[in-house]
């Protein structure tokens, strides 16, 4: 009785498992070409500098961006700057900063200098301070480090 069970179980599973494979199939064959790092950037640069845009789809655009695995390219930065001030929002546009400074990573001894270097004219144009320029890349009431003493 046992092994008559255990058989309908086990084919059982073995024809949810077939079905299931196949509609990830399915799904995963409609998805498309992908879109080329050019066409990515022209997406966001436009999406960011659409006529009617409100502070709500620009926080949606930087959060969509920051949750990628990627680093937004200096355009991208610059027309979400652009979005941000065009809303009167100061605040928005230094935690992007603080946001594509995060993304940076480990590399953010060479890439956020680039970054810095790419966009300072638009922060200059739009009146924007860096992070450091704020103090906020040294947080306030840390300790000092005892390797420092």
């Not at 709500?56 to 991208?76: H, T």
């Not at 680039?114 to 300790?143: C, M, S, V």
Request: proline share 4%; charged share 30%.
């Amino acid at each position: 009785m046992l092994r008559i069970t255990a058989g309908k179980l086990g084919n059982a599973i073995r024809g949810s498992i077939g079905v299931t494979s196949s509609r990830v199939a399915g799904v995963r064959a409609l998805h498309g070409s992908e879109e080329s790092a050019e066409d990515f950037d022209k997406r966001y640069e436009k999406y960011f500098s659409r006529e009617g845009i409100d502070g709500w789809e620009i926080r949606k655009g930087m959060n969509d961006l920051l949750g990628m695995d990627l680093v937004p390219s200096p355009k991208v930065i610059e027309a979400g700057l652009r979005g941000a001030r065009r809303v009167n929002d100061i605040a928005l546009a230094i935690r992007w900063l603080e946001g594509c400074k995060d993304k940076c990573g480990d590399q953010k001894a060479t890439l956020y200098p680039y970054l810095l270097e790419k966009i300072t004219p638009t922060l200059k144009e739009l009146g924007i301070p860096t992070i450091e320029e704020l103090g906020y890349d040294q947080p306030e009431l840390a300790l000092k480090s005892v390797y420092d003493l």
